[in-house]
């Protein structure tokens, strides 16, 4: 153990004292010493081995010491606690006369409580923290018990170590946060140690160590293998899962390797067992026979069993008929366009491949272009343009007519470029009851816009109400997401949403959780947005009161469309919002509040 704690002290450094007191929870036990005369400064460490866990001066006022004792409390100085185990109390003092530390008491100190623990359910590692409001981010470090190799992603990159997110990567319940790692050892000792971070206080010095150790049996090979192919000869497999099992990899090849992917049991949908699913992103080829073979993996090492006792398991072989297809489209035909606004539409077909696309009657609108499977540029001239474009591969062809429209825009909708549209709350005129305020710093632009200033009505308001109407033109049919940056006065849970709406043809609102297991249609009618923050900007649009889904806007088709909002919560306050692509423009880039409001046409 002292080992370990030494060269921790070289990777990490010494562990600082905190800034902040923590409530106590009795899980330490209380330090007491007799008081010294005329002594005003005690030093109180706690260590295990040379690893100094407190290392601190404290001053004999705020009741440290009363009737002849002093009376020292570890736990409002540590964060996550200690480990079960045993410890050493030292506590000297500040001998004035002297100008000299001497030394006072030195006594065993036993924790047979943790208020922080590891275990490892089903091979997995899971932290359990105090619920503590200032733990906006807790950061877990971790490592072998004795070199303190740090622990590896298993066929990932990087260390085990991640920051996670409150609210996001942390079950919270008032009592404890739970912490399910991206880490998977395999079976031995380890330690992991622990900091927080707020926006506040900034990142805190690293806790004392929490032993754990895994020692998972070996499991078995899997069995009930089973494959089947869709139309577009696209593979899916199952197969029995295994208790104990971590990870899975996958071999599908035939004359030569297809596939050969590690999955974790997390992503298949089997933790501890169940039915394990996997989709490759593969497209098998006619006339062909394929093998797929299915390893087994857990913290023991390969499982027993299987080809060889080697803990493969080879399923049936899948035998796809041989022929080509003709090409059948998938995509939808080509959607309305504005004069003057960029257009890019994508085709796309089943079918062998390859497969060439051509306009082979009628006529694109001027401006357009189709090259490859893509049709773009900037339309030229109003008017409806129809005409069939023909998909065609070896094996045959297949037709799409189209009709294009290409209208005007209105000359004021604010114009998407390179995924992303930046809207300023007061760059249109305000309606009913909203008004324009400058008394709380950090807006962006010219102000921003709250909804019956200072109307300390309590209710909320039906949909409907002081409507605001912002034009919007996308280039380009897709899901694009949602981002206001707002905020409001206290209570946060009173005066914190507003009534938001798309309107246009072809155009619908979704709310969806970030880890894509949950989705709300919203079609075009209103529906709450609400941001948690009190008196200080922050970007958040979320719905589904707690359990925050992020709000998406999805277009068929490249036009001009429509933004709205209602005034909901009295005193609800917007900066600015922005409408972006998601999969290419981050949200960082999207909410940096240095970008220009996007042009107008």
């Known amino acids: 153990m002292q080992r370990k704690h030494q060269l921790l002290m070289m990777l990490i450094g010494m562990i600082s004292s905190l800034a902040i007191a923590f409530p106590a929870t009795a899980a330490v036990p209380n330090l007491q010493w007799s008081a010294q005369q005329d002594v005003l400064w005690y030093q109180?460490?706690?260590?295990?081995?040379?690893?100094?866990?407190?290392?601190?001066?404290?001053?004999?006022?705020?009741?440290?010491?009363?009737?002849?004792t002093c009376t020292f409390d570890p736990d409002t100085r540590l964060a996550f606690g200690l480990d079960t185990g045993d410890y050493a109390a030292t506590v000297n003092y500040w001998d004035a006369t002297a100008k000299a530390i001497t030394p006072l008491t030195s006594e065993p100190l036993t924790v047979s409580t943790a208020e922080t623990s590891v275990t490892t359910p089903n091979n997995r590692v899971r932290v359990s923290v105090p619920d503590n409001p200032d733990f906006a981010w807790v950061q877990v470090w971790m490592g072998d018990a004795q070199t303190l190799k740090v622990v590896k992603h298993f066929n990932r990159s990087g260390g085990a170590a991640g920051w996670y997110k409150r609210g996001e990567d942390m079950q919270c319940n008032g009592s404890t946060c739970t912490i399910l790692t991206q880490a998977y050892p395999t079976n031995g000792e380890y330690v992991v140690y622990l900091r927080w971070y707020n926006a506040d206080d900034g990142v805190s010095g690293w806790s004392g160590a929490f032993d754990f150790s895994m020692n998972a049996q070996q499991t078995n090979a899997v069995s009930n293998m089973q494959a089947t192919v869709n139309e577009q000869r696209e593979p899916t497999f199952t197969w029995a899962g295994q208790s104990g099992a971590t990870w899975y990899r996958i071999w599908l090849g035939s004359s030569t390797k297809t596939l050969d992917q590690w999955q974790t049991t997390i992503d298949l949908g089997c933790a501890g067992g169940g039915t394990c699913t996997f989709n490759p992103d593969v497209q098998l080829l006619g006339g062909r026979t394929y093998s797929w073979y299915v390893l087994t993996y857990g913290p023991a090492g390969n499982a027993t069993g299987g080809l060889n006792g080697s803990g493969w398991q080879q399923g049936s072989d899948l035998v796809i008929p041989d022929g080509a297809d003709a090409p059948d489209f998938t995509s939808n035909p080509p959607p309305s366009g504005l004069v003057d606004i960029a257009y890019t539409h994508t085709l796309s077909a089943d079918g062998a491949t390859p497969i060439s696309f051509a306009v082979t009657a009628g006529a694109l609108?001027?401006?357009?272009?189709l090259n490859g499977n893509t049709i773009s540029g900037t339309p030229t001239t109003q008017g409806t343009f129809s005409g069939t474009i023909t998909a065609t591969n070896n094996a045959g062809t297949?037709?799409?007519?189209?009709?294009?429209?290409?209208?005007?825009?209105?000359?004021?909708?604010?114009?998407?470029?390179?995924?992303?549209?930046?809207?300023?709350?007061?760059?249109?005129a305000p309606v009913g009851d909203w008004s324009l305020r400058t008394n709380l710093a950090g807006y962006t632009g010219n102000g921003f816009y709250v909804w019956r200033y200072g109307n300390t009505d309590e209710g909320t308001r039906p949909s409907g109400i002081d409507i605001m109407?912002?034009?919007?033109?996308?280039?380009e049919a897709g899901r694009y997401r949602f981002l206001m940056r707002g905020t409001s006065p206290a209570p946060s849970t009173e005066f914190n949403d507003i009534f938001v709406r798309v309107q246009g043809a072809g155009s619908r609102s979704f709310a969806i959780k970030p880890d894509g297991s949950s989705t709300v249609p919203l079609g075009n009618g209103w529906f709450k947005s609400y941001n948690n923050s009190v008196d200080t900007w922050k970007w958040q649009s979320s719905h589904v009161d707690n359990n925050a889904h992020h709000i998406y806007f999805e277009f068929d088709g490249a036009g001009e469309y429509v933004v709205q909002f209602s005034g909901r919560s009295h005193q609800f306050h917007m900066d600015r919002f922005v409408i972006f692509d998601a999969d290419t423009v981050s949200v960082s880039d999207a909410t940096n509040e240095n970008n220009p409001e996007s042009d107008r046409g």
């Open 44 to 68: 109180v460490i706690v260590e295990q081995g040379n690893y100094k866990v407190i290392n601190e001066w404290v001053k004999d006022e705020n009741g440290l010491c009363n009737g002849g």
């Open 365 to 369: 609108p001027n401006g357009l272009s």
């Open 398 to 428: 297949d037709t799409q007519n189209f009709e294009i429209t290409i209208g005007a825009s209105s000359g004021d909708a604010f114009i998407m470029k390179n995924g992303l549209t930046v809207i300023e709350a007061e760059s249109i």
């Open 469 to 475: 109407s912002y034009s919007i033109i996308i280039p």
